[in-house]
């Protein structure tokens, strides 16, 4: 059975700093781009972040570039988000993703279960 | 940047066809996936590559995609298919989402 569980969300002052961890298991982790997608309360999916199979390439959105990275230990089956800089706006629920690729657009096969990121003072 | 329409809302009553659209520009000429996500629980794959279905999902959900639009049909709808519901492409290697649509069962 596929699991992805994400850990590290929380209450954060703005300008602060949180790290996100998300583990799986259940598949050939190594094998699949994994993303992270957040969920504003109330509002919509939006994406944030995708990482390739062994790490070396990386995309962000515009909203988050340059104060976000995101990472991958294949080793230990676990995606990361470290978010520094954090604002109000980045308030949400964080999913990890697991992506499939596609010639002419990929998909999200499996999510987690979501961890929450408040950031308020 | 590319964006996704969806109605922000679309109810159905009990047993009948529910359809939601996904307009975009020739987004016809792209794979789009469907998601359902019910009320405090993370987004779930319904369709992908437009009509394609996942093993667990029933067969009344499908989907079609020509044109401007992509649609994705409910049929027979239940009460437990009360839930929110997100298209998605792929896009100048972007995941693009639409806003997403409240299905209503009545």
């Known amino acids: 059975e596929v699991q992805l569980v994400e850990s590290g969300g929380g209450l954060v002052q703005p300008g602060g700093s949180l790290r996100l961890s998300c583990a799986a298991s259940?598949?050939?982790?190594?094998?699949?781009?994994m993303h992270w997608v957040r969920q504003a309360p109330g509002k919509g999916l939006v994406w944030v972040s995708r990482i390739d199979r062994d790490g070396s390439t990386t995309n962000y959105a515009d909203s988050v570039k340059g104060r976000f990275t995101i990472s991958r230990d294949n080793a230990k089956n676990t995606l990361y988000l470290q978010m520094n800089s954090l604002r109000v706006e980045d308030t949400a629920v964080y999913y990890c993703?697991?992506?499939?690729?596609?010639?002419?657009?990929?998909?999200?096969?499996?999510w987690g279960q979501g961890t929450l990121v408040t950031v308020s003072s | 940047s590319y964006e996704l329409t969806q109605p922000l809302s679309v109810s159905v009553a009990l047993g009948q066809t529910a359809r939601i659209t996904c307009g975009g520009n020739?987004?016809?000429?792209?794979?789009v996936h469907w998601y359902q996500q019910r009320p405090g629980q993370a987004p779930v794959l319904v369709v992908y590559?437009?009509?394609e279905r996942p093993s667990a999902i029933p067969e009344r959900f499908s989907g079609s995609n020509s044109g401007n639009t992509a649609t994705l049909t409910i049929s027979r709808a239940q009460a437990g298919d009360e839930a929110d519901y997100y298209c998605?492409?792929?896009?100048?290697?972007?995941?693009?989402f639409g806003g997403g649509t409240k299905l209503t069962v009545l």
């Open positions: 020739n987004v016809g000429d792209k794979n």
């Open positions: 590559k437009d009509s």
């Open positions: 993703a697991s992506w499939i690729a596609e010639p002419g657009g990929g998909y999200f096969d499996f």
């Open positions: 259940g598949f050939t982790f190594s094998s699949n781009w």
């Open positions: 998605q492409v792929w896009d100048s290697s972007t995941v693009v």
